[in-house]
Nanobody, 125 residues
Framework: EVKLAESGGGSVQPGGSLKLSCQVS????????MTWVRQAPGKGLEWVAA????????DYAPSAKGRFTISRDTAKNTLYLQMSGLQPQDTAMYYC??????????????????WGHGTQVTVSS
């Protein structure tokens, strides 16, 4: 059984930082492109960051570039998202997910091959 378990969310003030974790079991991160996506209340799913199966190529949405860093620990089979300079518009449920096709990030979570239950990030003063 494949399981993706996100953690690390919480409430922070604008300008703050959080580090999200995604503990993966049932598959190896070495074999999959992995992404972080988010969904704000009343809005659609937004792709945030991606790391290829080799762990060498990363990519970020414009909204995340320069503020967020995707990384992984293959020994722990865990994916991370370090977020800094958080703003109220970053408030969302954050999910880790594995797409079916490299570089193709669907607009619905159900169209990913694997996904977790998410962790809530709230940024407010």
């Amino acid at each position: 059984e494949v399981k993706l378990a996100e953690s690390g969310g919480g409430s922070v003030q604008p300008g703050g930082s959080l580090k999200l974790s995604c503990q993966v079991s049932g598959i190896l991160l070495l074999a999959y492109e992995m992404t972080w996506v988010r969904q704000a209340p009343g809005k659609g799913l937004e792709w945030v960051a991606a790391m290829d199966s080799n762990g060498y190529t990363v990519d970020y949405a414009p909204s995340a570039k320069g503020r967020f860093t995707i990384s992984r620990d293959t020994a722990k089979n865990t994916l991370y998202l370090q977020m800094s300079g958080l703003q109220p518009q970053d408030t969302a449920m954050y999910y880790c997910a594995a797409p079916y096709s490299v570089g193709h990030y669907p607009a619905r979570l159900e169209d990913y091959q694997f996904w977790g239950h998410g962790t809530q990030v709230t940024v407010s003063s």
